[in-house]
C-alpha cells in the first residue's frame, strides 16, 4: 500500500521510520507474491520478478567467487536499461556498496571515480546504443590501484575482463544448483549504501537506503503513482534522481518501470505509443517541445527533470500547455529529488510547503525548504541525503 499525505495525529521525523525498507526486500517480497509480473524492460529485455531475484542473487554469488568481499565497493557505470538495475541489486544483496557512474567517462575519469571510493570492482556494458570502447575499463584499472576485478555485463564479453552479461550469469547458475534462479535468496542483515557522484562527477555522494527510499516515497504521492500504471522514463539510475523516480519507484508503488535509452526519437516515440497511459519521466530541457508534438496526449502525467545547484536560487522552469498532469521534479545536487506540481501549470518552488508521509497513525517528514528568500536551496527530512 502506498501512503498518503494526509495529515495523521503523530509525528516521526527520523529515517528509522523507512528502515524496513531497502532494494532487496522488496524484490525478494515481490518475488514471492507475483513472480510472473513483469519488474523491468527495456528495448532489448522484459524481467519478471522472480527472475530479476534469482538473476541477482546469482550475480551476487559470482561477485563474491570472484573475489570480492563484503563492504568493498564496486563501481558500476551504464543507461537506462535492466541490466544496471540487475547490477546494482546484485551488489546490495551480495552485501557490496554500488557506486553509480554515467557512461561516456574516458579512462581517466572513471580511474578518477574509482579512486574516490576505493573500488574493488568495475563493471560496464559493452554496448549502448552502439559499441563501447571496452579497453576503457581496463585502462581506468591500470589507473586506479585499488581495483582488483574487471568486468562486463554484456553484451558481449571481452579479454581480461569478468563476463556477467544475462547468458554467463545463467551458465553459472546452472553449474552451482544451489542457488535458486528463480526466486533468490535471503536478503542481508544490514542494508549496504549506494554511491553517487555529485560536483561534476568529482565527490562521491553516500546514501543510506532508507533515505532514497523516504524520497522515493514522497515522489510516489505526489506524482500519484500506484500499480495499475506504468512508468516510462529516459533517465539512467545512476543518480539520486534516476533511482528515486525509476526502480525505486516502480518497486514501492507496483507499477511497471520501462527504460527508454539510449534516447533515439523514433525508438522513444514508438514506446511512448505502445506503453500509452503512463507517467513519463523525461528532462524538463525537452518538456515544452514533447508537449507541442502532442507526446503528452494520453499520459497520466509527465515528469519534468531539473537539475538544480544546491548553490543557487531557485529559477522556475518555462511554463508548458499540456492534456495530462505535470510535476515538477528537482534535483537538488545528489542530495535531495524535490516533486512539486504545478497548478493551472505553474510551476512551483521546491518544497515550497513541508512534505509529510502518512502511515496508519504516524506521519514523517520527508522533505523541507529551510532558505532565506534569494538565498541558495536547501532542504532537509527524511528524503534527504546530508552533504557537506
Known amino acids: 500500500m502506498i ?18 525498507y531497502s532494494f532487496d526486500t522488496l524484490i525478494s517480497g515481490a518475488a514471492r507474491l507475483r513472480p510472473q509480473a513483469i519488474a523491468l524492460a527495456d528495448r532489448g529485455a522484459s524481467v519478471p520478478f522472480d527472475l530479476l531475484a534469482g538473476h541477482a542473487s546469482a550475480l551476487a554469488r559470482l561477485l563474491a567467487d570472484s573475489g570480492l568481499k ?21 551488489a546490495l544483496r551480495g552485501g557490496f556498496e554500488p557506486a553509480l557512474a554515467p557512461l561516456g567517462l574516458d579512462a581517466g575519469e572513471l580511474a578518477a571515480h574509482a579512486r574516490a571510493i576505493d ?15 571496452t579497453e576503457t575499463y581496463l585502462a581506468a584499472a591500470a589507473l586506479a590501484p585499488s581495483i582488483r576485478l574487471v568486468a562486463t555485463l554484456g553484451p558481449q564479453a571481452i579479454d581480461g575482463a569478468v563476463d556477467l552479461s544475462t ?81 525505486l519507484a516502480a518497486l514501492l508503488s507496483g507499477a511497471m518501470l520501462t527504460f527508454e535509452g539510449p534516447f533515439d526519437a523514433r525508438a522513444f516515440l514508438k514506446s511512448r505509443d ?63 529529488a524535490v516533486a512539486e506540481q504545478r497548478r493551472d501549470g505553474v510551476p512551483l518552488p521546491p518544497a515550497h510547503a513541508p512534505h ?5 497513525e504516524a506521519r514523517t517528514l520527508t522533505l523541507e525548504a529551510c532558505p532565506q528568500p534569494g538565498q541558495p536551496l536547501a532542504v532537509h527530512g527524511a528524503g534527504v541525503t546530508e552533504t557537506p
Open 3 to 20: 501512503p498518503q499525505q494526509a495529515a495523521p495525529s503523530r509525528m516521526q521525523t527520523h529515517r528509522d521510520f523507512f528502515s524496513a
Open 70 to 90: 563484503p563492504g568493498e565497493r564496486v563501481l558500476l557505470t551504464g543507461g537506462a536499461e535492466v541490466s544496471l538495475v540487475i547490477a546494482i541489486v546484485a
Open 119 to 133: 573500488a574493488a570492482a568495475l563493471a560496464g556494458p559493452t554496448a549502448y546504443g552502439t559499441s563501447i570502447e
Open 167 to 247: 547468458e554467463a550469469v545463467l551458465r553459472y547458475a546452472a553449474e552451482n544448483p544451489e542457488i535458486n534462479i528463480e526466486r533468490g535468496k535471503p536478503a542481508p542483515s544490514h542494508a549496504p549504501r549506494i554511491i553517487t557522484f555529485g560536483r561534476g562527477g568529482k565527490t562521491p555522494v553516500i546514501h543510506q537506503q532508507a533515505t532514497l527510499m523516504a524520497a522515493s516515497l514522497d515522489f510516489i504521492a505526489r506524482a500519484s503513482i500506484g500499480r495499475e500504471t506504468p512508468i516510462l522514463s529516459t533517465l539512467p539510475p545512476t543518480s539520486f534522481a534516476g533511482l528515486v523516480t525509476g526502480p
Open 274 to 336: 505502445d506503453i500509452g497511459h503512463a507517467h513519463l519521466v523525461i528532462p524538463a530541457a525537452i518538456g515544452g517541445d514533447l508537449a507541442k508534438a502532442g507526446v503528452f496526449d494520453g499520459l497520466a502525467s509527465a515528469v519534468l527533470v531539473s537539475r538544480l545547484s544546491p548553490q543557487t536560487s531557485f529559477v522556475p522552469p518555462e511554463r508548458i500547455a499540456a492534456p495530462c498532469p505535470l510535476i515538477d521534479l528537482y534535483a537538488i545536487g545528489e542530495s535531495a
Open 356 to 360: 509529510f508521509i502518512g502511515f496508519d
